[in-house]
């Protein structure tokens, strides 16, 4: 068995341009598919990592859309909830690097720390930020981008708020889940509210709670969103997951699409390889039918077809990973976590997505034989050697 | 298959110049060559392509004893690889009986075709038909890759099959890298390893020059005389026709 194994492997050796061409077609296509899977997984980061006992509550019409800032004593009074904080989208820019994007984010620092506990910052930086009014927080991943330090003086140019921000950086914080956004820029909604004209005063966007039970979520949901259905601003609330399911949603036509795609880019590859083998077998067709003649069965000779395009298989999934690996978590996904954090705060190749595609890669080869194989076994070995060629 | 003959698989010979022949392939250990080896009897081969079927063999008859070189000689286009193939157990016959080596050929299924060709038939090819992939040593391996024989023994045996052709400073040269004559030779090596009880040719010398073609025919002489294979080759070529012990016609289907 192992000398016909063997046989089938050499046989990749007899056009050698041909053999590196296929297996890096089928290698970039592997490369490919193993991106777009990983754009998909990554978008799910949010969805998987959302903590199960927190909710959000936003306005009903829109999330654009204020809230009276007395509605978090309200919320806070739900039986079931453990604690509630708020955030206002800031909108703000680094006026020297105006295409930057990452979120900037007023938010109740005493109330915010305690409820986003996946947002890591050690004691001394907490004390400092608690104490110091104009002081801000931002994630490990834009302090580097931005070359920010403790004690940094910082401008924030707003656009929702006008105006020029001062801000001194406290602290840096990183994150202990992957669905944390490291690239945000925190700072006290209180200094905020202050400076703002007394029509813009006390609004919140959001409200984020904690509930002792996630399995009641639904329930205390419903409970928060009963107590302001009389009054003139109505909200929604629903847990995080939910929330991120619901944002992800209006994506929905996009990530059909890469998931199509995904799945074109299999089938290319399983073309790029059945025409490989397919024209392998066709010029072989004469020694196919001498070995016939010497005694070998059928099934040898489609073992020779099958056995060839495993090791092809393997080979071009090992290329296509091998470089897709590195390359996605070493290059790429660095890159996209330090520019576009705030949608795929983790980018990396799920070890799931590696190992599926290498055996993708396997299968789509022994798939792509098959018929050659069936063919090249049914051979008429006479009409076969009488041929000239 | 249970009146086929015992074939041993015993190496065929160590040294080319001086080949010592195992004891049961010297003349005095096999009875005078006169058993029956090859029988065809009545046989027709009609194909049939698109409307018209074209009878290439008619009622055919042929002995062939054990241990003959026979030459088959005939225009081209008269059938003659045709009745190699049927001897051969490549095809059957489509009326009549062929016997080879004990077997009747005609009531075979394909999977007991296949095994009666790896155990009693030798090929050579006009085209030598090696795989361009593997070397001299390993090409002359593959008829073993069939039997139990471990990995070892069959390396014994293929390099054996070598020194008898004279290449075993040729082993692990690649096909590309021989001549033609050099390439008949490990073909013949080949069809020698399984120690097959037939060795059939069509037109081995066919794309050879004179001096290689006559080293061919040398060989498939020795092969003939010392290893006492029974040979049947196919030639257009009246000097290789010489070299065996008898030659057929074959004409109109019949031979004369
Ligand atoms: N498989 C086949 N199908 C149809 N015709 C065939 C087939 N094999 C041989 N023939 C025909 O039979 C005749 C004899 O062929 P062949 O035995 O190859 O002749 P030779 O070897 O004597 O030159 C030729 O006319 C050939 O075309
Ligand atoms: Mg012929």
């Given at each position: 068995m192992s000398g016909l194994f063997l046989i089938a492997a050499r046989?990749?050796?007899?056009n050698w341009l041909r053999t590196i061409l296929t297996v890096l077609g089928a290698a970039v296509a592997l490369i490919a598919f193993v991106m777009l899977r990983t754009v998909l997984s990554s978008w799910e980061v949010g969805a998987e990592y959302a903590a199960k006992d927190r909710l959000g509550t936003r306005h009903k019409v829109s999330f654009i859309m204020q809230l009276p800032k007395r509605y978090i004593d309200d919320i806070r009074n739900?039986?079931?909830?453990?604690q509630a904080t708020w955030a206002n989208?800031?909108?703000?820019?680094?006026p020297g690097k105006p295409n930057e994007f990452f979120a900037t984010l007023a938010v109740d620092a005493p109330s915010f720390l305690p409820v986003m506990d996946e947002l890591v910052l050690d004691e001394e930086s907490k004390t400092r930020w608690l104490g110091d009014k104009k002081g801000a927080i931002v994630g490990d991943v834009l302090a580097k981008k931005l070359h920010l330090k403790v004690g940094d003086k910082y401008i924030l140019q707003g656009s929702i708020y006008p105006g020029d921000w001062e801000f001194q950086i406290d602290g840096i914080y990183t994150a202990?889940?992957?669905?944390?956004?490291?690239?945000q820029f925190l700072f006290h909604w209180q200094y905020m509210n202050d400076l703002l004209p007394e029509a813009r005063r006390?609004?919140?966007?959001w409200v984020m709670t904690r509930v002792d039970?996630?399995?009641?979520s639904a329930d205390i949901s419903a409970k928060v969103d009963k107590i302001f259905d009389e009054r003139d601003t109505q909200t929604v609330t629903m847990s995080e997951r939910n929330m991120q399911l619901s944002f992800m949603a209006m994506f929905g036509a996009i990530l059909t699409v890469l998931d199509i795609v995904s799945i074109i880019i299999l089938v290319i590859m399983l073309m790029i390889l059945g025409n490989t083998i397919a024209m392998g077998v066709r010029e072989r067709t004469r020694e196919y039918a001498v070995l016939r003649a010497i005694g070998f069965l059928p099934w040898h000779i489609r073992f020779f077809v099958l056995g060839e395009a495993v090791v092809l298989g393997i080979i071009a999934g090992a290329v296509g990973v091998g470089i897709a690996y590195p390359f996605v978590n070493g290059l790429m996904g660095k890159a996209i976590e330090e520019n576009m954090s705030a949608w795929f705060p983790y980018f990396r190749v799920e070890p799931q997505v590696a190992i599926a595609a290498g055996v993708i890669a396997v299968v789509l080869a022994t798939t792509a034989a098959l018929i050659p194989a069936i063919q090249a076994g049914r051979i008429s070995v006479t009409d076969a050697l009488r041929r000239v060629g | 298959m249970s009146t086929e003959t015992e074939n041993e698989?015993?190496?065929?010979?160590?040294?080319?110049?001086?080949v010592v022949v195992p004891e049961q392939y010297r003349k005095s250990a096999v009875?005078?060559?006169?058993?029956?080896i090859i029988e065809l009897k009545g046989v027709t081969k009609t194909f049939v392509r698109g409307k018209e079927p074209l009878t290439?063999?008619?009622g055919l008859t042929l002995d062939v004893h054990e241990g003959a070189f026979e030459a088959l000689m005939g225009?081209?286009?008269?059938g003659k690889s045709t009745l190699l193939n049927l001897i051969a157990g490549l095809d059957r016959p489509t009326s009549g009986s062929a016997k080879v080596a004990g077997n009747?050929?005609?009531?075979?299924s394909d999977g007991d075709l296949a095994r009666f060709r790896s155990r009693h038939i030798g090929f050579i090819f006009q085209a030598y038909n090696?795989?361009?992939?593997?070397?001299a040593l390993e090409n002359v391996e593959l008829p073993l890759?069939?039997?139990?024989?471990g990995s070892a023994d069959r390396k014994k045996r293929a390099q054996t099959a070598l020194r008898v052709v004279g290449l075993e400073d040729r082993m692990g040269h690649y096909p590309r890298q021989l001549s033609g004559g050099q390439e008949q030779r490990v073909a013949i090596a080949r069809a020698i390893v399984n120690d097959p009880t037939i060795i059939v040719a069509d037109e081995?010398?066919?794309?050879?020059?004179r001096k290689a073609a006559d080293d061919i025919l040398t060989l498939l002489t020795k092969l003939n005389q010392e290893f006492k294979k029974t040979i049947l080759m196919v030639t257009h070529d009246p000097a290789a026709a010489d070299r065996a012990t008898a030659t057929r016609h074959l004409n109109k289907g019949k031979l004369e």
């Open positions: 046989n990749l050796g007899r739900v039986p079931g909830v453990k989208w800031f909108g703000g820019k680094d202990a889940r992957k669905s944390l956004d490291r690239s006390d609004t919140i966007g039970d996630p399995s009641k | 698989h015993e190496p065929l010979a160590s040294d080319t110049q001086q009875p005078p060559a006169m058993k029956t290439v063999l008619d225009p081209s286009g008269s009747d050929l005609s009531t075979m090696l795989m361009p992939v593997l070397t890759l069939l039997t139990k024989l081995p010398t066919g794309d050879l020059d």
